[in-house]
């Protein structure tokens, strides 16, 4: 069972949207993890569903070596495009990936799982490649534990995107981690409030449609607010 081209087709249309929105995060990403993570600088990191490279070239200047993974060839185009020279990038699909295991220091994803069809595998990927001792990085927009609102937050993104999948609460994110023999070092909660049209609009979402998922909106028309989590494994 796979999604894959369900996420082509939305990120290969709004790629430049992508681009423009991941160019702005860069500096925030980067203080993000630099409080998560203490770096020696010699590390070699894999960034997997890198999409237009946020997280790779926030991370850049602080390791040897990245690597980042995203099966959408135009994000992968518009990261390239402004890529340091110390960060690659390899077009595959996030559940399969044509990489060595334990080859790399750090393995992180973000923002990615809720758009695979079977995170699980992207998790037990992540394990993989990553060598012994060393640290898996997974942040993502996390489920509320209440099943109902779940259910509400997922049929709105789902009118969004409809390469959104699920969104999966703390608790069954820490179930895989602990199912591929991940320890929790650290975790963190971020409450983030979404400006509504933007958040459609980066999505390519507009039109009928757009009114149809603003009008299942959480959050109403106002705004949308969003709970995620950054969590930090030693494999």
Not at 32 to 40: D, G, H, P, R, Y
Request: charged residues 30%; glycine residues 6%; proline residues 4%.
């Amino acid at each position: 069972m796979t999604n894959v081209d369900d996420v082509k087709e939305r990120f290969g249309r709004t790629a430049d949207r992508v681009a423009e929105h991941s160019a702005k995060q860069i500096e925030n990403v980067r203080e993000e993890i630099s409080a998560l993570l203490v770096f020696k600088g010699d590390e070699l990191v894999v960034d997997v569903g890198t999409g237009a490279g946020t997280l790779a070239r926030a991370i850049a200047p602080l390791v040897r070596e990245v690597v980042g993974v995203d099966a959408v060839p135009e994000l992968l185009a518009a990261a390239r495009a402004s890529a340091p020279a110390n960060v690659t990038f390899v077009e595959a699909d996030a559940t399969s990936m044509p990489l060595e295991s334990f080859s790399f220091d750090i393995a992180m994803t973000r923002r990615t799982l809720h758009h695979i069809a079977r995170p699980e595998l992207v998790v037990a990927e992540l394990a993989r490649v990553t060598r012994l001792g060393g640290r898996i990085v997974v942040e993502d927009q996390i489920a509320p534990v209440d099943p109902l609102a779940a259910l509400e937050v997922d049929r709105f993104e789902r009118a969004r995107d409809r390469s959104h999948t699920r969104l999966l609460p703390d608790v069954d994110l820490r179930h895989l981690f602990e199912a591929n023999g991940l320890v929790l070092v650290t975790r963190r909660y971020r409450t983030e409030r979404r400006s509504l049209d933007e958040y459609l609009e980066l999505a390519g979402c507009t039109g009928e449609e757009k009114d149809r998922a603003a009008a299942l909106s959480p959050g109403g028309r106002d705004g949308y607010v969003a709970e995620s989590a950054w969590y930090v494994l030693r494999r």
